[in-house]
């Protein structure tokens, strides 16, 4: 595999970005924010500029444009709207960081980012599956599904475990990896032609539409001798079902909750508890900047498995900061097949 | 201290009996039951017969009586109803069962049982505690508090624990054993005695009347630094405001669900997925039956402290078996104080 074109960066002089001007309420819309343009901030001692060359788009956005309180702080109204991204190293003040390397990290949606190490994720060594991989199956959504799976899925062999968003970038690396494990693994999506992409693309041994009937007959259909492991990217209506089709013992990995579009106020739902006690579940919480000090060894354990194409994955990349205000909305509304990136190299 | 009374029961010849006659929903009330009188049945080869003298009260007897599934088959109607208690063994046809041996387990609401060894919770080797204490707090209450509490609970020195039915038989111990921990402890109760009792007999840091004014309130007063266990019996609304208190990293043990009469049809309540997923919660069920593997270990660790008097506890002793039809009635209104037994010896 090569890595994509990367043109040359030495010479810049103005920097694009995308900034955070409205406060969504809910999933942030093209009206949130605004395209700017600014001179280049110098580089301080300890920094470099990152150049960036793919934008990650996030269902976390949605958390970090709204007001409130969430695992992270909200984004300031008129700054660069916070993104993970893939870039090269152009200008550095860090011995430890040379000009050419190829970094992950916390750079928003802009063409440069002046940063320090704390801003990264990971620092990419040999580059051994294209650049955009490293925002997706071997950044923070495969560290994610691999981590979340078996931190607080922990699944054995012969569980059956259902994945939400089962086509998504996520949710299709989990099914993978819960494969791998030895499981039976169903998954559960949002439209017949994702439904054929698990089934076909991604081999899970199940999946099904959860639009396409009534809900309870299809995660029953689903999963004939109930779920083990469910890996929950949706919460809501889906989790309600599911959690009622638990075996004992059973966990759930909360691993996002992107069918509630707007938790102010706080939605009702089917009381849950009673599942957690009769069913003695273990029900977990997981976000993956818990979990730093495991990357190294998450991605010792991915990047063969992508390089070998073990593990199939998908990027819907578009071109340019133009669809950036409107990509979180894109993304909710399943609009995307696989991992959205913006190209900006 | 000394073991009860026992009268001679070497010559029994009728025995009573509670039966479920009516099948609830939700709280069993006196109607559902009625008493019996029939001949002892024969003693097979293996089994033995108990004299019943404690008969246990317990929150989990409502599900047993309940049409709906439970974490056990349902009580048949027409048959005794379902019950731990503490007896003596009168007559014994298994050579590992001696006549006198003081046993606790599935002896049911009535004078007589011909059980095997498989009916046994507990075999009560030397008798270091009144009996009726091998019915509560060295039985299934502080059984179920200790094993809750440490393997689902997990709580470490400085962590804030918060206990519902905080007077209760299993919540007082839950909360004594994290003040053994090292925790701070504090307790919800339904009354103003029962607070005072928390907080004196008990030795809880903090305890409240959630009754007495605004819930969020009164928790927030609680557990201003938060919550690291919520060692939870009642599930509902309490429930959801605990855990929008939760520290990130928190455990949620839930043991019980008594807040809720009634579960058909299933009660809304907050959504709470994304409490689970932005504190990263490790929320548990625990079921007591899971881990009776463990009660000799835990046995060891709990007799010491209850007599030395480390762990104190209270027992609600009704007499005889006309209380019984509404004991459990009784129970979920909060009219006991403490572990409640009927005494039938």
Redesign the interface.
Same mark, same amino acid.
């Given at each position: 595999m090569t890595a994509a074109f990367i043109p040359d960066y030495s010479h810049p002089d103005r920097n694009r970005r995308v900034l955070l001007t409205g406060r969504p309420v809910g999933i942030p819309q093209p009206e949130h924010f605004a395209l700017d343009e600014c001179d280049l901030e110098p580089v301080g001692e300890g920094q470099f500029r990152v150049r960036n060359i793919y934008l990650s788009v996030d269902p976390a956005q949605r958390g970090w444009s709204n007001e409130a309180a969430?695992?992270s702080a909200a984004v300031p109204l008129g700054s660069v709207m916070r993104a993970l991204a893939v870039g090269v190293i152009v200008e550095t003040r860090n011995e430890e960081f040379a000009v050419g390397q190829y970094v992950y990290g916390w750079f928003g949606w802009q063409d440069y980012a002046v940063v320090g190490p704390d801003a990264l994720m990971t620092r990419i060594g040999e580059v051994a599956a294209p650049l955009s991989a490293y925002a997706g199956v071997l950044g923070m959504n495969g560290l994610t599904a691999y981590l979340a799976l078996t931190k607080v899925g922990r699944p054995v062999e012969g569980n059956t475990v259902l994945v939400t968003t089962a086509a998504g970038a996520v949710g299709s690396l989990a099914g993978q990896l819960a494969k791998q494990a030895g499981c039976r693994v169903v998954g559960l999506t949002g439209d017949d032609e994702k439904v054929a992409r698990c089934t076909g693309r991604f081999g899970f041994d199940a999946a099904a539409n959860y639009k396409s009937g009534d809900l309870d007959d299809i995660v029953a259909a689903l999963v004939p001798d109930g779920t083990d492991v469910y890996y929950?990217n949706v919460?809501?209506p889906i989790?309600d079902t599911v959690i009622r089709t638990m075996n $004992?013992g059973g966990r759930i990995v909360?691993?996002?909750?992107a069918s509630?579009a707007n938790?102010i106020p706080?939605?009702?739902?089917?009381?849950?508890?009673?599942?957690?006690?009769?069913?003695?579940?273990?029900?977990?919480?997981? $976000?993956i900047f818990?979990h730093m000090a495991d990357f190294p060894a998450a991605l010792e354990y991915l990047a063969p498995l992508v390089a070998d194409g073990t593990l199939v994955h998908d990027e819907d990349i578009a071109t340019g900061f133009d669809g950036a205000p409107g990509a979180i909305a894109r993304l909710y509304a399943g609009e995307n097949v696989g991992k959205s990136l913006i190209f900006v190299g």
């Open positions: 969430n695992y929950d919460g809501g989790l $004992v909360q691993c996002g909750t509630i938790w706080v939605p009702s739902g089917l009381r849950n508890e009673r599942e957690v006690l009769m069913r003695r579940l273990q029900w977990g919480g997981f $976000v818990d």
